[in-house]
Structures are given as C-alpha cells and as structure tokens.
C-alpha cells in the first residue's frame, strides 16, 4: 500500500542552523510529493511540492528533491528561523484514482534563539 | 484569494445534538475535502467531492453526514456523535481532482476545534 514515513521529532535547533527532516515513501507509479507546514491553531500551508523524479521543489527557503532510486523527499533548509517552529507533514498523493493526501506522522520543529 | 475559510472556529456539542461545520471558498476550486485531525496526528481525509458530488466517502459514519449545497459551499452536518469525536476538523480546495494526470495542489482552512462532550 502507499506510505509515508518521517522522522520522529521534536527537532530543536538555534537559530541560523541547518535543518534536515527525513521523509520516504512506499507507493506504486508516480505519487506526487508534498510538504505541509502546520503553524500552532492553524490549519495546513502547502510549502512545497514535487510531482516527478528529480524535481526539486523550493519555497521560503526551504528544499526537497523527489528521489525516486531511494524513495526519499527530505526536506532541508540552510538557516532556521524561530518562526519556522511549527509541524511539517510530509504526504504523497498516489499516482491515478482520486486525489487523496497520504500524510507522515509529522515532525514537530522547535526553534530557539 | 487563496482562502478557505471555515466556521465555526470552535465548537462544543453534547452527544445528543445537531450542529453543521461550514467551509466556503471562492477560488473556483470544483473539489473539497473534509479532513479529520486527532492531537498530535496527521489529517485523515474523510470525503472527496468534485463538481459538487461526492466522489469518496473513507467509510466514515453516518452521524457523520456532509452536504455540498454549491460549488463554493462545503458542509458537514454532526448528529449523535461521541467524545472520541472531537478533533480538529479540516476543509480543502482544490482545482479540481487532477490535470494532466498530476493531483492538483489541496488548500486548506483554518479547521474547526469541535469538542463533544
């Protein structure tokens, strides 16, 4: 079946440091891949997103590339900031049939000054 | 304007009563999405509907029932429901279902903290 694996968090940081949150993915075909962002109260911000291998998805700062030989979209950016402290959700969207999010299991981001 | 609005923000219920959530987007969008998240978990889709008919249902019960009145008018009518009920529930937008074969980006609102008690 189709899944999406993340890292476990809470990953803390300081400020101004490099972020990597690890995403893979079983699915059959081509899914699509995205990265949801989830700000405290809020609902869910499409950060960015990838629909065929090798693209590379980029918003606000933040990367990830849609490796098919490893099955991975991690996500990265080169400098956090205290407002990226939020959840971000991985999540594909399988190849045909209707448009259903398939979503990781989260990885909450804490970052301090 | 890329905004999906819902309400009510929060919203608690006795087990015995009748209340709807509300979703509304003008973008144009032709699908909608209802979404139910518990703490700490990711969103677990619920309904699919597209050019205002449901399309999926994720075998939800049926005090669970949604309603799709227009094309930028999303509903969902709670009726009997259980404390184990209470979530965050979740409408998107999208374009439409797919185009070119690629899945259209989801949007999403705010939600609706629903407590029943």
């Known amino acids: 079946g189709n899944s999406v694996t993340q890292m476990e968090g809470p990953v803390t940081l300081s400020e101004e440091a490099f972020l990597t949150i690890n995403c893979t993915y079983t699915?059959?075909?081509?899914?699509?891949l995205f990265w949801y962002v989830q700000y405290p109260g809020e609902g869910l911000q499409l950060l960015l997103k990838a629909t065929k291998a090798d693209d590379k998805g980029s918003n606000k700062g933040f990367e990830a590339t849609y490796r098919k030989e490893t099955t991975s979209f991690h996500l990265e950016k080169g400098s956090v900031q205290v407002s990226d402290s939020a959840v971000y959700f991985c999540?594909?969207?399988?190849?045909?049939?209707?448009?259903?999010?398939?979503f990781g299991a989260g990885t909450r981001l804490a970052v301090h000054p | 304007d890329t905004e999906v609005t819902q309400t009510p923000k929060h919203l608690v219920m006795g087990m015995t009563n009748k209340k709807s959530l509300k979703c509304e987007q003008h973008?144009?969008?032709?699908?909608m999405y209802w979404y139910k998240q518990k703490a700490k978990k990711p969103p677990e889709l619920m309904f699919v509907?597209?050019?205002?008919?449901?399309?999926i249902n994720e075998s939800v019960p049926s005090r669970f029932s949604p309603e799709c009145p227009n094309s930028s008018l999303l509903n969902l009518h709670l009726h009997a429901l259980q404390p184990e009920d209470s979530a965050l529930y979740l409408c998107a937008s999208s374009v439409g279902e797919r185009g070119r074969g690629q899945p259209y980006e989801q949007y999403f609102g705010p939600g609706t903290r629903l407590t029943v008690t």
């Open positions: 699915a059959t075909g081509y899914p699509s």
């Open positions: 509907y597209s050019y205002e008919k449901l399309s």
């Open positions: 999540a594909l969207s399988p190849s045909g049939g209707y448009n259903k999010l398939i």
């Open positions: 973008m144009g969008h032709r699908a």
